[in-house]
């Protein structure tokens, strides 16, 4: 057993001085954050190929950046996330979001039309009347080229056209397929309905970008796969669930609030996903139990 060392501060210190020296900090998450940051620079270093998942509430904040940032180091190779990522990304490419608070009066924020994301709030105008202006016109022009689509080939186009510190352009740039297993759970998909209702030859391939998801597992069987993962719930299952298929993921990082107990997929810790051939037995893997607004940003500052 090594002892405990305290950490020491000092003036003007490095944000990767400070995590590494929690690895020697005993207790409790500040060990897994190390951890975490020592597990992506030897992604980086063997440049495995690597999955990035997150859910969409964070797009609305300010780690957005972070992500963008983790993307343009070329550590990631394939994104899967929800709906709501397109929704935020888009939207804040045009509009500005606004810091709030979790005690705000919602009652009041509906009658000023405004919506309230945790702490923060989004003018109406500001979202989904800005997604069908952005999005309408964008359709109408990939129909043109085409009637049938993958989701991750409309997102490349959509990024294309995009301002440079958003995911949606970042991807794009590096060659980044997005996947997005729950297209029609937001204001993205219901943009991809109500331009069906007056195009009904217009049709989105859900099952291309299964496919393409396929051919990444089987054509990677011999080298190493791994996955960030951040929150919860479908893009996390759907990054675990395909790795199954190649004989479970070689490396995996978990950022996580979600609790264990109540036996939900967004609470399950990395040795369950063991049991499923998710994960493989002897892979480097890491749950930190955190907020993703505070331990991303760390972590990527570290590298």
């Known amino acids: 057993?090594?002892?405990?060392?305290?950490?020491?501060?000092?003036?003007?210190?490095?944000?990767?001085?400070?995590?590494?020296?929690?690895?020697?900090?005993?207790?409790?998450?500040?060990?897994?954050?190390a951890a975490a940051v020592d597990i992506l620079r030897e992604l980086r270093e063997r440049k495995v190929e690597t999955f990035l998942s997150f859910t969409a509430d964070i797009v609305s904040t300010g780690t957005r950046g972070a992500i963008v940032d983790l993307i343009n180091m070329g550590i990631v190779k394939?994104?899967?996330?929800?709906?709501?990522t397109v929704d935020h990304d888009l939207a804040r490419c045009f509009k500005n979001y606004y810091r709030g608070d979790f005690q705000l009066n919602d009652s009041e924020l509906l009658k000023e039309k405004k919506y309230r994301l945790g702490n923060v709030v989004i003018p109406?105008?500001?979202?989904?009347k800005v997604i069908e202006e952005k999005m309408q016109p964008f359709l109408e022009k990939e129909y043109r080229k085409k009637k049938r689509w993958a989701i991750s080939d409309l997102l490349k186009d959509l990024g294309k056209g995009l301002k440079k510190d958003s995911i949606l352009?970042?991807?794009?740039?590096?060659?980044?397929d997005i996947f997005i297993p729950g297209y029609t759970d937001g204001s993205?998909?219901?943009?991809?309905?109500?331009?069906?209702?007056?195009?009904?030859?217009?049709?989105?391939?859900?099952l291309e970008d299964e496919h393409r998801l396929s051919e990444i597992m089987f054509t990677s069987t011999k080298g190493k796969m791994a996955a960030i993962i951040i929150g919860g719930g479908i893009s996390k299952h759907h990054v675990i669930w395909w790795n199954q298929f190649r004989g479970g993921l070689d490396y995996a990082i978990y950022i996580t609030t979600a609790q264990e107990y109540d036996g939900s997929l967004s609470g399950a810790q990395p040795r369950e996903a063991v049991s499923w051939g998710k994960i493989?037995?002897?892979?480097?893997?890491?749950?930190?139990?955190?907020?993703?607004?505070?331990?991303?940003?760390?972590?990527?500052?570290?590298?």
């Open 78 to 84: 394939h994104i899967i996330t929800t709906a709501g």
């Open 169 to 176: 352009r970042s991807a794009y740039e590096n060659g980044i």
């Open 124 to 128: 109406q105008d500001h979202y989904g």
């Open 1 to 33: 057993m090594k002892p405990v060392k305290d950490l020491r501060i000092k003036k003007g210190m490095k944000v990767s001085e400070l995590t590494g020296q929690f690895s020697n900090s005993g207790g409790f998450t500040a060990p897994k954050v």
């Open 280 to 303: 493989k037995p002897r892979a480097r893997q890491v749950s930190v139990e955190g907020e993703a607004t505070i331990i991303l940003p760390l972590i990527v500052a570290s590298l």
């Open 188 to 206: 993205f998909g219901s943009q991809l309905w109500s331009f069906w209702e007056m195009h009904r030859d217009f049709t989105i391939d859900s």
